[in-house]
C-alpha cells in the first residue's frame, strides 16, 4: 500500500525521469544503427528495460556505465533471430515498435507480454506490416499478442492511421526502414513525433509536412543521445502544484516537444500559472524547466483535438477538474479503453468512491467541481498512471488514501515516491 496524506504546501525545485517514449526509441534506433550510441538520462523503468531485454534478445549489445547505456549498434541488417520469446512485458510501446522493426527481419520472432498487454489490440499494427508484407499471426484471429512474426521482403505503402496512434504510426516507420520505395504515413490529429525526430536526428531520410511524413530506406548513424525529462511523469507535480493555492515548483530539464505538451495547455485554460524557462533544443528535442504558481482552477472543455497531445496525462487531469471549480468535460478519449487499464472506468470508479460528481461517458467523463475529497482506500488497476493520480488526489483529501498495488508505478517513474515527499516537505 501507498499511504498519500493531505498536505499543507507545495514547493520545490525537483527533476523527473527520462521520457519513457524518447528511451525506448533511443534503444531501438541505436540497436539499428551503425556504430555505437550512448543514451544519457534514460528511464530505467520497468517499460524501458523489456525494450533492452528483447534487444538483447535479438544480438545487440547493452551495457549500462556510470548511468549511461552504451549500444553498439549492428546496422539495419545486424539483427539476428532470437533464441527465445521476446518479453515485452507491460510496454506497449515495445510491442508496437519492435513489431515494426521485426517486420523488416527476414527470421521468426515471437513476442509476447503480461496479462495486461495481452489483452491490448494487436491488429492495428499487424493489418498494416500485413499490407506491407510480413507474416504475422496471434491469439484471436490474429490480433492479440503472443504475436508470431515471420518478416522481410516489405514494400512501401501510403497508410492513413484509422486512429490517432504515435505507436502505430511509428511501427509502420520502422517497418519502411526495411521497405522497398518511399513509406507515407498520414495522421489527422498529430500525435507525439518522437520516432520522426529521433530518425532525423540519426540521419534517417524522412520528411514531415502538414500530417504527412515520408521515409524512405537509409542507414542509420550512432550517436550520444540526451533524454529529456519525461513531461508525463512531471505532470502529476505540475497539475498538483497548479491547482494548489500558495503552490511554487520547478520542475527541470522536462521535454517540452510540442506534440507533448497538450497537458500545459489545458492547465493554462483553466487559469493555471505556468511558464518555461532555459528553454534549449538537444537530440532534435526541445527542453526546458516548468515553473508552477499554484491558484483555484476552472473547469473546461477537453475535445478530440487536443487528445493525441495529453493521451496518458488524462488521470491526473480528471483529479485536478475534482478540485477545480464548475464543470470539466473530457470527449473523443475512448483510446483511453485499451491502456494499460480501461482508464476512463478506472478514474470514475475510483474518484467516485472518493465523493467526487464524475459521470462516465461512452469516450470520456464529465466532472462537477469542486468537490470535498474523501480520503480511503483506492485500487491501482495495475496501472501506473493510475495509481499516482490516485496518489496525487490523496495530496488534495481531507484523510489519507491508501492506494493497493503501487508497485506498478515503476513500469515509468521508480523514484514517484521520493519527489512526493520532495514537492511536499
Ligand atoms: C506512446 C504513445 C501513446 C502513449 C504511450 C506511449 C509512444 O500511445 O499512450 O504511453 O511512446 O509512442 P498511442 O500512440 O497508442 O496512443
Redesign the pocket.
Known sequence: MLIVNPIEKIQGKISVPGD??IS?RAVMLSGISQGKSRIKGFLRGEDCLSTIACFRGLGIDIQEKNQEIHITGKGLHGLSEPKDILDAGNS??TMRLLSGILAGQNFLSIITGDDSLKKRPMDRIANPLREMGAAIDGRCGGSLAPLVIRGGGLQGMDYTLPV?????K?AVLLAGLYAEGYTIVREKSI??D?TERMLRFLGGNIKTQKGVITLKSSNLEGQEIEVPGDISSAAFFIAAAAAFEGAHLIVEKVGLNPTRTGIIDVLRDMGADIEFDRIHKSGGEEIGDIIVRGRKLLGTNIDETII?RL??EIPVIAVIAAVAEGKTTIRGAG?LKV?ESNRITAMVTELKKRGVDIKELPDGMEINGPNEIRGGVAESYQDHRIAMAMAICGLFAKEPIKIKDPECIAISFPEFEEKLKQISG
Open positions: 519513457k517514449s525506448h506497449g510501446t490517432p496512434s504515435a505507436q502505430v511509428s500525435s507525439r518522437h493525441p493521451i496518458d483510446e491502456k
